[in-house]
């Protein structure tokens, strides 16, 4: 965002008062707080107003593609490091069907995509897109594949360098918003023309930054604000040095022309799932990668989850007494801390014994059992408060309650102050279905 | 409007810090290796040079307790004798250095007495030829009686020990100082505990080349998050010019195989083992991305993807 001295500089001076405030200054400053719109003073000339978009554009353009609930979002990104502040948008992933392997076989891709989600600590982590390329195989198929995945939800990406069958497979899903890939010095003019008259998002790639800056501003002056960065990232070394180098070039220098999310092509092995992990930490916005095994895929999307959580506020679940199955009030009851890894590990093990139960869940400001415990965010006191906060004696009659083996060293004083029973569980909620077979009913 | 590459310049420097020692220098080791020297973030030469790349160290654990059932299956009976395992490290599964994990002093479990566990880190040492770090189980007193024994039997070696906490680092820089060895100062996912650590050292009289920081490496699922922003934190610390964060860091990336996820049975998630290789070498990649100077790890497969991967980022291969 610009200062206000900057602003100011761009307005009438007229200090007509339209604007509802007494002068072109204090609307300069109102807007640089952005407390009010642009739109307020009826008499910025076109040339200001556009500059002072330009200036107060954010650094990475924000780039969507696909449509309705699993529509995807790239950039938007205003750091080089996520103790900063945070990542915003998470990376991309795309499996990629390519057409030389015959219509059947990206057929059964784009339902391997569609199949690839799970559910981890209360969030859905999933493959997000589809991409269909055009190499060796019937030109028919390929489109054909593009019509499939458009019948399906996942954001479709459309891969081919020829820029007829580009457009020819975009009005194949022509509602669905898809990202074209990808227009290269050879087939610049035809490619931009086609995302323009069709209003997508487009892949440009160049193999050196150089290039691909000068690819880049040529795309914007010629009316394409959409635009993904492909710099060549041949190598694991080549990725994380231009990746670096254009999320530096656009939110330290505000570089205009490599101000857009980037994206790199992974081949099928498992160095270039490395290069996967490689780009989740280190600024690429999307992914597509031939092949996915869920070996791989689980761990990256739980390497994408941590990168992306936002490091003030933990994963967490809201503090109260819940029910595992159908308990009643002759059912075990047990507590445990609201930091989401926790509550879902210990709820799972809990469904595991199939035995109904209640779970006091007690806010340690979204921390792990061990971690609340030495910080003092989880005590006697506060379990105590929680049981009577939450009514855990009304629900229950056993007038007992099981803690986790980490705080072992609270018993005394919470029988003390709870006239509860205090049993010791395991000390990994692992071992609750065989104790909790144990216990008496 | 031209490209021009945005470069970083930093003031500081990481220190080198050689870990091992050989028969000229007054050890056994086949090789010195040297942690640490980057002048910048990792694996960044248009700006600043990482003369050594993380080493790979592969641990031993001197119980089967601790070991995973799916990976002693998958390991080899190896990992029922800590120096066959040690030895395998070297050989067949190329590690840089070992790390033995002296869990058995345990008091609370086998509680193996010092003298059987100096006698073990001997044999370990003249069974292989690379440089070793030694780690007790976390309990101080009997910490203080095995890394004293351990120190004098292998007077000369330049073992790393470790850890030094906080609340407790006496005996154990004690005992490293006092036969030229270095130490591994731990702390908890904490800036400023990082700092604290290596001062209390220095205030005790060691010298920053024999320190090495373990800033605790949260596996991935586990909170690798704060792990991963708190290493690139001081390093950037370090860089920025503060000598008190210039100590190497090492990240025990073998904690990867305690998180349930990695190895539990889910035919949705694939085979439990291979998603457990992936997830102990996406724990190092992080790591080693971060700002790690030496990682340790378990499992062979994942070393050799680890290593290719620091191979291409290196070498630019
Ligand atoms: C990530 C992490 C952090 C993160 C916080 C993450 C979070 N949101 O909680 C941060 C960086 C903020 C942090 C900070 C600190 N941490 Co911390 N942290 C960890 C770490 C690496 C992982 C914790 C985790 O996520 N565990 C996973 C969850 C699922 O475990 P859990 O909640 O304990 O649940 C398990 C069991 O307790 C049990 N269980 C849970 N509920 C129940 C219920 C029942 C009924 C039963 C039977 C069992 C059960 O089953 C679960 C699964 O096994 C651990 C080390 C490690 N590898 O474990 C250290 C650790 C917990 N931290 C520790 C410490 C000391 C701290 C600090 C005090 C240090 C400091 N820097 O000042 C601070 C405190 C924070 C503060 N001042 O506000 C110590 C605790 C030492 C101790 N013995 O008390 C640990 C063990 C590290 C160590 N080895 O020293 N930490
Ligand atoms: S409306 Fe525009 S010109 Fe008038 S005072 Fe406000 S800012 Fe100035």
Redesign the pocket.
Known sequence: MPTAMEIYKLLPKTNCGECKFPTCLAFAMQLANQKVALDACPHVSPEAKAALEESGAPPIRLVSFGSGDLAVKMGDETQLFRHDKTFYNPTVLGLVADDADGLDAMKAKIEEAHAMSFERVGQIMRVDSVALRHSTGSVDDFVEAVKTAAGRELPVVIMCDDAGLAAKAADACSDRKPLLYRATASNFDAMVAVAKEKSLPLVVGASTLEELTELADKAKKAGLNDLVLEPGTESLADMLVKMTAIRRAAVKNKFRPLGFPTIAILGPDMMNHMKAAMGVMKYSSALLMDDMPREMVYPLLALRQNIFTDPQV?IQVKAGLYSVGEPTDKSPV????N?S??YF??RADIEKSKIPAWMLVVDTE??????????G?LTPESVAKSIDDFQVKEKSSRNEI?????VSRMSGKLAELTDMKVTV??????G?PKMMKTLSS | MGFEMPTEKYSGRIKEVAIGATKDQGGTRTARLIAGGSNGLPFLPFESEMPHPPLVAMDVVDTVRMVPEQLQESMGAAVKDPVEWAKKCEGEWGADLCVLKLQSANPEEEDRPAEELEALVQKTLQSTGIPMVVYGCGFEEKDAKVMEKVSNAAKGERLFLGLAEEKAYKSIAAASMANGHGIVAFS???IN?AKQMNILLLDFGMKPENILMDP?M?PLG??LE?SYSNIERLRLGALSGDPVLQMPMICDCS?AW?VPEALEENPERGDPELRGVYWEAMTALAAAVAGADVVIMRHPRSVTTFRNSIKALAGGA
């Open positions: 933990p047990m507590f445990t801390t930091f890894l926790t590990t210990v979204g921390q792990s059992v061990m971690t609340a415990f030495a910080a965010k099981i803690i986790p083996g980490m569980g395991p000390r990994e909620s692992s609750l | 908890n996912l904490d505990l605790l949260a586990m909170g704060y904690c305690t």
